[in-house]
């Protein structure tokens, strides 16, 4: 199959140190790592994703698929998303991260309004119940305007991601400082933060000031090995959409291969 999208671009290289810095702390900061053109891509569509209902579509046939079905359109199936799922710099910080074989899980994308509530400590590491971290499971997310004083700040707990705890254990604090904690408040346009799954995060609003949108892209990613939970109900057509459209670009065949998945099971 020949590939959808082409790229002369330079590969990052993550050295020792850096690696090391990953599996120690759970999360690497990579400012400005999206091209300017990829960016200017993905706003618009996140801003139609929003205006045009296409969001709360997708949540409703997530939460009820039975009434709603499947969605009208997904975000891989809007042009920029679909190619950021396998922008080729992304695929080789993860290959360096999870080894060559991983699979796509979802993706998600919002822009979220100045007076948005924070979102308490949590994980989305996905494994019923939780058992142990043996395989690895990221979150790439995409800020696309970056983080600055009028946007909500993102914190998160190094380390977190090696324990064996359920995904609301620290939901408790609420968006509270907690000991140990990074908070990351000040990116570039662009940048991108990869995130052990299973590291504790939680986003820390700014009260009393005006603020401004919030774009964020969540795509998310396992390694391969273990059958993984889907969180789509419509998780197939998803996968078999991602192969229609030649996102993997012919050079990831198991991005998009169902083979990697348990059934659908709807949460309680």
Known sequence: MTPRYASTVELPRLDDLTLDRFAEDGYLVLPAFLPEGLVARLRPEADKWVDDGLRARSIASTTNPELYGLPPIMELELDAHGEL????????????????????HHLHSDRQAPG???KPWHHDYEQR?????????????HY???LDEETSALAVLPGSHREVAEKDARARYGTAWLPGEVLIEDLPPGSTIVMHSALFHARRPRPGLPGKPRYLVDTSYCQAGTLWPPVKPYWRHMLRRGRELGLDRG???DLFDARHFAEYVKPA
Not at 129 to 141: D, K, S
């Open 85 to 104: 799922i396998g922008h080729p710099p992304l695929m080789a910080v993860l290959s360096q991260l999870m080894g060559p074989s991983f699979v796509f």
């Open 144 to 146: 696309l305007d970056g």
């Open 116 to 118: 948005l509530a924070g």
């Open 129 to 141: 119940p939780q058992a142990h971290r043996a395989y690895t499971m990221i979150h790439t997310l």
């Open 251 to 253: 050079l990831w065949p």
